[in-house]
């Protein structure tokens, strides 16, 4: 904005007076005071009107990251919540989860990850952390704050983020053809940007004002902590030995092995694409080993999601349903292949019981076959 300036004379004449020389020269100098006054006050007016509009869309105050440590981050995870950071750990990929770790102070930070939270809006009212057994009906001892407008983090994929993705994507190839995700070939280390979350619970209970009735949302694995991820820097790996995964040595099934069992059980009508596996707590027994439970869902427009729930026996890869077991030509293979990887032979397998998870003492299992 241009403000003109003023043209005052000697022999100016206001309010009926004709004005000195002296008294010209006062006028001027203090209209052009009052004039950077007015700049000073029309800059700041503006300043204001930019911040406000840059938090209205989201886009927040430019700053840059607070350098700090893994280590600190866990520690005092109220400090920094909801703050970008910047700090370098090691970076792991596995199964299903990727992760900062720090192995000085036994530091764990996920990578991304979903919360209740983020689903929500301002317009849908107040919040507050709780718990699955929380009746809803003394919402008054809970701490209500307002929904908060999350802004986006936009992941910077340059060559950076290319060579992390290389380093952490090549995994172990098992001597059946099999790729095992929690088999990594790099140790990577990185300088890692982003913002940081922490949660109270994975649990939110959310109402338009306190005369509503709240009502609960949880999401099952949700992180309590994580890093929304933007930028990575300064990438290291040094290569693991393959044969640190390759030497026979008796096991039980990992989760992935047993997620790879279950789509191999459904692989007429359910893919990795199409399809997703829930994890849940498998019913046991005393004496027998906690089974990995799975259950199957597809996007079923029509109808109901769920499409069957399996437990799977991490000793011999055999799949269940309470007490019955699944048998299926598209089965045989890939539970051979397993449990030679795992160092189970044909003879020691017969010699495992074949109970299920919900089979009573004494009770002969079911075994279901699907041709």
């Given at each position: 904005m241009r403000v003109p300036r003023p043209h005052i004379q000697d022999g100016s004449v206001v309010g009926g007076e004709t004005l000195s020389v002296v008294q010209v020269q006062v006028m001027r100098c203090r209209l052009c005071s009052l004039m950077q006054e007015m700049r000073k006050w029309f800059a700041a007016v503006v300043a204001v009107l930019c911040l406000a509009s840059g938090v209205l869309f989201g886009q927040g105050i430019p700053t840059e990251p607070i350098k700090t440590t893994l280590c600190g981050l866990v520690k005092t995870p109220d400090q920094f919540n909801g703050k970008m950071v910047q700090f370098r750990a090691e970076f792991v990929s596995k199964f299903q989860w990727?992760?900062?770790?720090?192995?000085?102070?036994?530091?764990?930070?996920?990578v991304g990850g979903s919360h209740p939270l983020d689903d929500l809006k301002?317009?849908?009212?107040?919040?507050?952390f709780t718990t699955p057994?929380?009746?809803?009906?003394?919402?008054?001892?809970?701490?209500?704050?307002?929904?908060?407008?999350?802004?986006?983090?936009?992941?910077?994929?340059?060559?950076?983020?290319?060579?992390?993705?290389?380093?952490s994507d090549t995994k172990f190839r098992w001597p059946d053809g099999g790729v095992c995700l929690d088999c990594p070939l790099y140790r990577?280390?990185?300088?890692?940007?982003?913002?940081?979350?922490h949660f109270d619970t994975d649990t939110v209970a959310v109402r338009a004002n306190a005369a509503t009735k709240a009502t609960h949302i949880m999401y099952m694995d949700a992180p309590l902590s994580r890093?929304?991820?933007?930028?990575?820097?300064e990438v290291s790996a040094n290569a693991i030995d393959a044969s640190v995964y390759s030497n026979a040595k008796r096991r039980n099934i990992s989760l992935e092995e047993a997620s790879d069992l279950v789509f191999a059980y459904l692989s007429h009508g359910c893919t990795k694409q199409t399809c997703s596996l829930l994890r849940y707590h498998a019913p046991d027994?005393?004496?027998l080993p906690e089974f990995y439970g799975l259950q199957a869902t597809w996007p079923n427009p029509h109808g109901s999601p769920n499409l069957g729930y399996f437990e799977v026996d991490p000793r011999t890869g055999d799949v269940?349903?309470?007490?019955?077991?699944?048998?299926?030509?598209?089965l045989v293979n890939p539970q051979k292949a397993i449990r030679k990887r795992i160092g189970l032979t044909d003879e020691q397998y017969k010699k495992v019981p074949k109970l299920g998870p919900m089979?009573?003492?004494?009770?002969?299992?079911?075994?279901?076959?699907?041709e």
């Open positions: 990727e992760r900062f770790v720090d192995d000085s102070c036994s530091a764990k930070l996920q301002p317009d849908q009212g107040q919040y507050a057994a929380d009746d809803n009906e003394h919402s008054e001892r809970l701490n209500w704050k307002p929904i908060p407008a999350i802004s986006p983090v936009n992941l910077k994929q340059d060559d950076n983020y290319k060579a992390l993705r290389k380093y990577i280390s990185v300088t890692a940007a982003g913002r940081f979350n890093l929304v991820l933007q930028s990575v820097s027994w005393p004496g269940w349903n309470g007490c019955e077991r699944f048998e299926s030509p598209t089979c009573e003492p004494g009770q002969k299992p079911r075994v279901e076959r699907w």
